[in-house]
C-alpha cells in the first residue's frame, strides 16, 4: 500500500506510543490528586505542556490540551469573540478566510446563530491566498477575532500569517490560526507568525487521534467552553488525558526536530509528483498554488471527465490510498467548499483528488503512485474518448 493520505491522519509513531505507555499503565494517577502518584502524573503533564510551549514559542501555560483540532478550533472562536464582546461590546464582527475548515466555519456560524454575531469572509485568489488588501478593508473597531488558517488541507495553500497578523495588530484584533496542517513541515513559532492562538492536532504528526491543542498567547481574553473542576487553569475542565499529552508531546517534538529536513526533501519529491501528474495525465489540472508557498506535503488536483470517488476507488485498486477533497467532507456529494472559493465550476471541483505525503515518502513510491494516476484517470476516460460521435 502507498499511503498518500497523510492529511487525514498519520500513523502513531512508536516513540510517542512508548513514551505513553507508562502512563497508561503504572503511572496512571490523576494528575489533580494530591498523592505520589497524581504527582507523578502533575509532573508528566507539565513536561508535555513544555515541550509543546517549546515548539511554538510560548509559555507552557498558554498551552491548552484539548481532544484535537476541532475542539481547539471551536475554543479559539467561541471563547475568544465571545470574551472579546463581552469585554467591548462593539466587537460583534468575525473576520475569516473563505477556505476555513468547517471546524472554524462552524464554530462561527453557531456564533451567529445563536449569539448574533457577523461573519465577514475574506475572499481567496484563484491559488487560495488571502489579500492583504481585503484583509486591511475589513479590519475595523467592530470585529472581535480573526481567523486565517496557517496551510489548507486541501490545496495546501499557506498563508503569509506575519503580513495579516501585522494588519491586524493595529486593530488590536487577535488572531487565531488552524494550523492543524501545518506542524511537522512549517515553523509554529506564534511570536514570529504574530497570532494569539494556534489550534494543533496530534493525530496529523505521529500521536494518537483524539489530542490537540490551543495555544493562547497571553493576554488574549477567553471564555472558557467546557465547565466543571478548573483543571488547566480553568479554561479546559475535565481530567487531562496524561498519556494522550505526552505523547502528543513526543511526536510534536520528533516532528520539530526533523521537520526542515523533511520539508526540504517531500518538497522535492511533491514538484517531481506534480510534473509527471500534469506532464501525463490529459486534463490534470493543479488546484492551489502553482509554485511557492504551498504544504510540502500536498499536491491536489482536478482530473477533468471523471469524478474524484471513482479516482479514488480505480487507485484503491493499484494500492495507492488517498482522497478526495478534504477527509472531513467525505462521504457528502457537495463539491468542495475550497475549491468553489478558488473560482472552480462545481462540475470541475467533484473531481478532485489530493495526495498528502507522509514525511517518510520516497520516490520510489511516488514514481509508482503518478504512474496508477495515469492508469486510473485512463481507464475512468477511455470509454468517453471512444464514445461514438453523434
Ligand atoms: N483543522 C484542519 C485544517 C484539519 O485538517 C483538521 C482535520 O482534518 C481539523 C482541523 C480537525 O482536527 P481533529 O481531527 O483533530 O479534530
Known amino acids: 500500500m502507498i499511503y498518500l493520505d497523510a492529511a487525514a491522519t498519520s500513523q502513531v509513531r512508536r516513540e510517542a506510543i512508548e513514551a505513553m505507555f507508562p502512563y497508561l499503565?503504572?503511572?496512571?494517577?490523576?494528575?489533580?490528586?494530591?498523592h505520589g502518584l497524581g504527582e507523578q502524573a502533575a509532573r508528566a503533564l507539565a513536561e508535555a505542556r513544555q515541550a509543546i510551549a517549546?515548539?511554538?514559542?510560548?509559555?507552557?501555560?498558554?498551552?491548552?490540551?484539548?481532544?484535537?483540532?476541532?475542539?481547539?478550533?471551536n475554543l479559539a472562536l467561541k471563547g475568544i469573540a465571545l470574551a472579546r464582546r463581552a469585554a467591548d461590546p462593539q466587537r460583534n464582527r468575525i473576520l475569516l478566510s473563505a477556505i476555513e475548515h468547517p471546524a472554524v466555519l462552524e464554530s462561527a456560524r453557531y456564533l451567529q446563530r445563536v449569539h448574533g454575531f457577523e461573519i465577514a469572509e475574506l475572499p481567496v485568489d484563484a491559488?487560495?491566498?488571502?489579500?492583504?488588501?481585503?484583509?486591511?478593508?475589513?479590519?475595523?473597531p467592530d470585529v472581535a477575532l480573526l481567523s486565517v488558517m496557517y496551510a489548507n488541507n486541501e490545496i495546501g495553500t499557506v498563508q503569509d500569517l506575519t503580513g495579516l497578523s501585522a494588519l491586524a495588530a493595529r486593530h488590536r484584533v487577535p488572531v487565531h490560526t488552524d494550523a492543524v496542517q501545518a506542524a511537522g513541515w512549517l515553523s509554529?513559532?506564534?511570536?514570529?507568525?504574530?497570532?494569539?492562538?494556534?489550534?494543533?492536532?496530534?493525530?496529523?504528526?505521529?500521536?494518537?487521534?483524539?489530542?490537540?491543542?490551543?495555544?493562547?498567547?497571553?493576554?488574549?481574553?477567553?471564555?472558557?467552553?467546557?465547565?466543571?473542576?478548573?483543571?488547566?487553569?480553568?479554561?479546559?475542565?475535565?481530567?487531562?488525558?496524561?498519556?494522550?499529552?505526552?505523547?502528543?508531546?513526543?511526536?510534536?517534538?520528533?516532528?520539530?526536530?526533523?521537520?526542515?529536513?523533511?520539508?526540504v526533501r517531500v518538497s522535492a519529491l511533491r514538484d517531481e509528483f506534480i510534473q509527471a501528474v500534469l506532464g501525463r495525465v490529459p486534463g490534470a489540472q493543479l488546484t492551489g498554488p502553482a509554485s511557492g508557498r504551498r504544504l510540502p506535503s500536498v499536491a491536489s488536483f482536478c482530473f477533468r471527465g471523471t469524478h474524484g470517488e471513482s479516482v479514488l476507488l480505480e487507485l484503491e485498486r493499484r494500492s495507492v490510498i488517498c482522497s478526495s477533497g478534504s477527509a472531513?467532507?467525505?462521504?457528502?456529494?457537495?463539491?468542495?467548499?475550497?475549491?468553489?472559493?478558488?473560482?472552480?465550476?462545481?462540475?470541475l471541483a467533484q473531481t478532485a483528488v489530493r495526495f498528502s505525503f507522509p514525511s517518510a515518502v520516497t520516490g520510489t513510491e511516488l514514481a509508482a503512485a503518478a504512474d496508477a494516476v495515469v492508469?486510473?484517470?485512463?481507464?475512468?476516460?477511455?470509454?468517453?474518448?471512444?464514445?461514438?460521435?453523434?
Not at 335 to 346: K, N, Q, R, T
Open 188 to 263: 509554529l513559532d506564534t511570536g514570529e507568525l504574530g497570532v494569539q492562538a494556534m489550534s494543533l492536532s496530534g493525530h496529523k504528526f505521529g500521536a494518537p487521534k483524539g489530542i490537540g491543542a490551543l495555544v493562547l498567547r497571553s493576554p488574549t481574553p477567553i471564555e472558557p467552553l467546557i465547565h466543571g473542576g478548573g483543571q488547566q487553569a480553568g479554561l479546559r475542565s475535565g481530567t487531562e488525558n496524561v498519556a494522550f499529552a505526552v505523547a502528543f508531546a513526543a511526536a510534536a517534538q520528533l516532528a520539530e526536530a526533523e521537520r526542515v529536513e523533511a520539508a
Open 127 to 140: 491559488e487560495g491566498f488571502v489579500s492583504e488588501r481585503s484583509c486591511a478593508e475589513a479590519l475595523a
Open 54 to 73: 517549546d515548539v511554538v514559542g510560548s509559555r507552557p501555560d498558554e498551552v491548552i490540551f484539548t481532544s484535537g483540532g476541532t475542539e481547539a478550533d
Open 375 to 390: 492508469e486510473a484517470v485512463a481507464a475512468l476516460t477511455r470509454f468517453r474518448g471512444a464514445a461514438p460521435k453523434r
Open 328 to 347: 472531513c467532507a467525505a462521504g457528502s456529494s457537495e463539491p468542495s467548499a475550497v475549491l468553489l472559493a478558488l473560482g472552480l465550476g462545481a462540475e
Open 25 to 34: 499503565t503504572g503511572a496512571f494517577g490523576n494528575p489533580s490528586s494530591h
